[in-house]
C-alpha cells in the first residue's frame, strides 16, 4: 500500500534542473582579440603551426619579420578552416617562443594567391600547398635529370590558376644547352633564368627580392641547393623551424618558408613527381590568356579548344590575325597537360 506523506501541489521552485556548462546565454558574438599579435605561418607539421610574428599592418611579402618563432595550433572557430605556409594569422596566448610555450591561431587573413593541387588528374579534391606568395619559380635541370616539359606545362597551370606570377629555373646550365627549352616557352613571355654551379645566381636573386616566391620542382634537379645558395643559414633556420614543429631533420618532406637577406621570402618545396590538376577547369586555364579568352567567346559551348575542331574561334583569331599562334599553340599545349 503506497503511503502519502502529506501530499502538496508542485509548482515550478520544486523543478529540479541540472545546471549547464554555463549560466550565460549562448551568444553568435565571438572575441575580437584586439591584441593578436599578427605572424605569417612559416611551418606545418601534424596539427603544429611555426609562425613567425611580423610588424603590424605590414606590407611587405608575407611581412616584416619582428620576433622569434612561435609554435601555435588553430583555436575555436578556426579549427576546421585550413591553414599553410604563408597564410597570414593572428596569434593569441603564449607568443613569447620560449620552448614549450603555445599559442592559438585565431584568426587567419584573406588569401592574395593559393598554390594547390590534387592527388591526381581524378580527385576533385584541391589542397593548398602555399599561399599569398607572388611568384612560382619552376625550377628545372636541363641534365640529370632530363627535363620534363609536361610537368613545367601543369606548374604554369597551377600558377596560372592560383593568381601567381610564374618564372622558370633552369639549372645545371653547364650541362646542356637552355636554347631549346628558352625557345618553346617563349611565346608565353614568362622570364626564364640559368643557373650554373660555379656562378652565383645572382639574376635569380633579382627577382626573388622583396616578394615571396615559392621554389618548386622535381626531385633532383638542384633545389635545395639553390635554397642554400639564397639563403646562407637555410639549414640552420629550416632546423629551427622544425625543432618548433617537432620533427628532426627536414627532409624536404613539406614546405618551409625561409626569409631571405635582403628582403623578401623563399619557400622550399618538397621535390615532386606529379602535379594533380584534377581541379581546374579548363576555362580557368584560358583565363591566363586574355587575348584567347576574348576570342573564345565564339566558341560553340563546351569546346575543348583542341587542335582540328572545326568550329573552334580561336583559329579563326589566327587567320585573322587577332591572336599570336605560338600562344595558341602554348594553350593547347597546357590544356593538354591538364588533361593527362
Known amino acids: 500500500m503506497r503511503r502519502d506523506y502529506g501530499r502538496r501541489d508542485l509548482d515550478e521552485d520544486d523543478v529540479r534542473t541540472r545546471p549547464g556548462r554555463g549560466s550565460r546565454p549562448r551568444t553568435r558574438e565571438r572575441p575580437q582579440h584586439a591584441d ?9 607539421d601534424r596539427g603544429r603551426y611555426t609562425c613567425r610574428p ?3 599592418g605590414s606590407r611587405a611579402a608575407f611581412g616584416a619579420v619582428a620576433g622569434p618563432l612561435v609554435a601555435a595550433v588553430r583555436g575555436g572557430d578556426l579549427r576546421r578552416v585550413p591553414v599553410v605556409v604563408g597564410d597570414r594569422v593572428a596569434l593569441v596566448g603564449d607568443t613569447s617562443g620560449r620552448q614549450g610555450a603555445l599559442a592559438r591561431i585565431v584568426r587567419r587573413g584573406e588569401r592574395t594567391s593559393v598554390l594547390r593541387r590534387t592527388a591526381d588528374d581524378t580527385d576533385p579534391t584541391e589542397r593548398p600547398i602555399v599561399a599569398n606568395a607572388d611568384q612560382l619559380v619552376i625550377v628545372t635541370a636541363l641534365a640529370d635529370p632530363p627535363p620534363r616539359p609536361g610537368l613545367i606545362d601543369r606548374c604554369l597551370v597551377a600558377a596560372y590558376d592560383g593568381g601567381l606570377v610564374p618564372v622558370l629555373c633552369l639549372t645545371k646550365a653547364d650541362l646542356a644547352d637552355d636554347r631549346p627549352l628558352r625557345e618553346l616557352y617563349r611565346p608565353l613571355g614568362l622570364p626564364v633564368v640559368t643557373s650554373r654551379p660555379d656562378v652565383e645566381p645572382t639574376e635569380l636573386r633579382e627577382l626573388l627580392a622583396g616578394r615571396a616566391s615559392v621554389l618548386f620542382g622535381h626531385s633532383g634537379v ?3 641547393t639553390l635554397v642554400n645558395r639564397l639563403v646562407p643559414n637555410a639549414d640552420r633556420e629550416i632546423g629551427e623551424v622544425n625543432a618548433v614543429t617537432g620533427r628532426g631533420r627536414h627532409t624536404s618532406s613539406a614546405a618551409v618558408a625561409l626569409p631571405l ?3 623578401g621570402w623563399v619557400v622550399d618545396t618538397p621535390g615532386v613527381r606529379s602535379f594533380g590538376l584534377g581541379a581546374v577547369s579548363p576555362a580557368r586555364v584560358l583565363a591566363a590568356f ?18 582540328g575542331l572545326a ?7 589566327v587567320r585573322a590575325g587577332d591572336a599570336d599562334p605560338a600562344r595558341l ?12
Open 329 to 340: 599553340a602554348s594553350l593547347r599545349r597546357l590544356l593538354a597537360a591538364r588533361a593527362g
Open 54 to 56: 611580423t610588424e603590424p
Open 311 to 317: 568550329d573552334c574561334a580561336l583559329d579563326e583569331a
Open 36 to 44: 593578436a599579435v599578427e605572424a605569417v605561418v612559416v611551418g606545418v
Open 222 to 224: 638542384g633545389k635545395s
Open 290 to 307: 586574355a587575348e584567347l579568352a576574348d576570342a573564345a567567346a565564339g566558341c560553340p559551348p563546351g569546346c575543348t579548344h583542341a587542335e
Open 261 to 263: 637577406p635582403g628582403g
